[in-house]
């Protein structure tokens, strides 16, 4: 069986059950404040999956900085020596690698 949320729609006294659906959930890498100037908070409490690397990246993929750190939910960076515009990040979790966007100014 599989982890999850179910939902079971009966319509009248007596029904047969005809379908139980399983009702999807996105967790995601959440990555605030945005746009930031100084700080930004890599947070992967809903992924139940801790953060074990990070890299931060130009538009072409030349790295501006990258870490391997002690697996945690939440990591705080200091992105203040980044150039200003779109900045890609790379994050390793246990479950995998995500690819979002940063905004600095």
Do not use: C, W
């Not at 006294?13 to 746009?35: C, F, K, M, N």
Request: charged share 15%; aromatic share 6%.
């Amino acid at each position: 069986s599989s982890a999850g949320e179910y939902s079971v729609s009966l319509s009248a006294e007596g029904a047969v059950v005809q379908s139980i659906e399983r009702e999807q959930t996105t967790y995601d890498l959440l990555i605030y404040p945005q746009p930031t100037s100084q700080m930004v908070t890599l947070d992967a409490s809903e992924l139940g999956a801790p953060i074990l690397a990070y890299e931060f990246l130009n538009l072409t993929g030349k790295k501006y900085m990258a870490q391997s750190i002690s697996p945690a939910a939440k990591v705080e960076i200091d992105v203040s020596s980044l150039p200003n515009g779109l900045t890609l990040i790379r994050v390793v979790t246990s479950q995998g690698i995500i690819k979002k966007t940063l905004v600095k100014h």
